[in-house]
């Protein structure tokens, strides 16, 4: 309820800020001519907020969208209140309902190919919400001037510009909050380019060589463990550090080292938005049945998901076979299989598709 409430109080805030934003920008005889809107008018500004929220916030994520696109990102979902899009495991993309309120401020999850110049791609990749903003704001100031005084359609497009030079001054603004980096942030990070900044290039590095399918066991592990014992940089980027950690201990086959990382990382997920922290319980849940071999413990685990649209469309089954496995219930193991195979070639991880496709013909077997 708290969630709900402070949504909701998010877009009458936004709304707020459109209206007066856009009382101050217009002329004065403008601001009086809005005053003599027609009677009633009032109430469609309101029911309108939710609609006007959307549509900023969409235009705002789109353009971190593009953005990416333009510096070789892949896409790998969107989301904007309570609608969100993923990709398809043969291509395209299809639709979801976002049941995260924790996500319903916007988010555009992309990832880079290669890692070359990967300071500047990812500060242009940053920019993209801001100026997508901007722009908005910009589009809205030059339909609406021309338009008659004192008019309905004009006073809707001034308050949506303002609202969206709202938004662009909200997230310009460098700050971290609910697990989040504002864009003004990353972008400042990155310009200072100091220790934090090198911590979030390593994790865009880690990134890139998943996707790219190298192994594991060939992660800078070192690496990882001086950024994560770095205490001037921020919590989160060091608990990533020791995800990537956890996942070189499992290519080394040192699972005992691989149980304490994974553990550590689940004791500080409050780091990370509530709306991710799904993906690591079906990572536990993946590590205790197949490596641990402790069905209780991997069931417990499972139990622990909540549905995201940050959930990989490989995960969800593959947790559902491992446990299925290790309860000896082989059709149901089999019954896993077309999805699981469907999802591998758009795995984040391509790292851990060779393993996957031995644990494969180990369960047809």
């Known amino acids: 309820m708290k969630?709900?409430?402070?949504?909701?109080?998010?877009?009458v805030a936004g709304g707020m800020l459109g209206y007066f934003g856009a009382k101050f920008l217009m002329p004065e005889r403008d601001a009086e001519a809005a005053r003599l809107l027609p009677d009633?008018?009032?109430i469609y500004i309101l029911l309108l907020l939710p609609v006007m929220y959307l549509l900023v916030v969409g235009i705002h994520e789109l353009g971190h969208v593009v953005a990416g696109k333009t510096q070789n990102f892949d896409f790998f979902g969107l989301t904007v209140g309570p609608f969100s899009w993923k990709p398809k495991d043969g291509g395209g993309i299809k639709f979801a309902w976002n049941k995260s309120l924790n996500l319903a401020g916007g988010v555009a999850m992309m990832l880079p190919n290669g890692d070359e110049r990967l300071r500047q791609r990812f500060t242009w990749f940053a920019a993209g919400g801001p100026l997508a903003s901007l722009l908005l704001l910009g589009v809205c100031f030059l339909i609406g001037n021309p338009l008659?005084?004192?008019?309905f359609v004009r006073f809707l497009l001034f308050a949506l510009g303002a609202f969206s030079g709202a938004i662009f001054v909200a997230t310009i603004l460098p700050f971290r909050a609910g697990g989040f980096a504002s864009d003004g942030l990353r972008i400042l990070t990155f310009a200072r380019n100091g220790?934090?900044?090198?911590?979030?290039?390593a994790g865009l590095q880690a990134m890139t060589h998943l996707r790219a399918g190298r192994p594991h066991e060939d992660l800078p592990a070192e690496e990882f463990a001086a950024v994560s014992a770095d205490a001037s940089i921020p919590a989160q980027q060091r608990v990533t550090m020791d995800y990537y950690r956890y996942l070189h201990a499992l290519g080394v086959n040192d699972v005992l080292k691989a149980g304490e990382l994974l553990a550590s990382v689940l004791d500080r997920l409050?780091?990370?938005?509530?709306?991710?922290h799904?993906?690591?319980?079906?990572?536990?849940a993946i590590f205790e049945a197949q490596y641990r071999k402790d069905l209780e413990a991997a069931e417990v685990a499972f139990a622990r998901y909540e549905d995201s649209p940050f959930t990989e469309a490989l995960s969800l089954p593959l947790t559902r076979a491992t446990i299925a496995n290790l309860r000896g219930d082989r059709a149901a193991v089999l019954a896993e299989l077309p999805t699981i195979e469907a999802a591998?070639?758009?795995?984040?991880?391509?790292?851990?598709?060779p393993v996957i496709r031995q644990w494969l013909t180990e369960w047809k077997a």
């Open 3 to 11: 969630k709900i409430l402070s949504f909701a109080l998010l877009i």
């Open 40 to 42: 009633g008018s009032g």
């Open 148 to 151: 008659p005084e004192g008019t």
């Open 195 to 201: 220790p934090t900044a090198a911590a979030d290039l």
């Open 270 to 276: 409050d780091e990370y938005p509530a709306g991710t």
């Open 278 to 284: 799904g993906g690591f319980y079906l990572e536990q």
């Open 344 to 353: 591998l070639p758009k795995s984040m991880d391509q790292s851990r598709v």
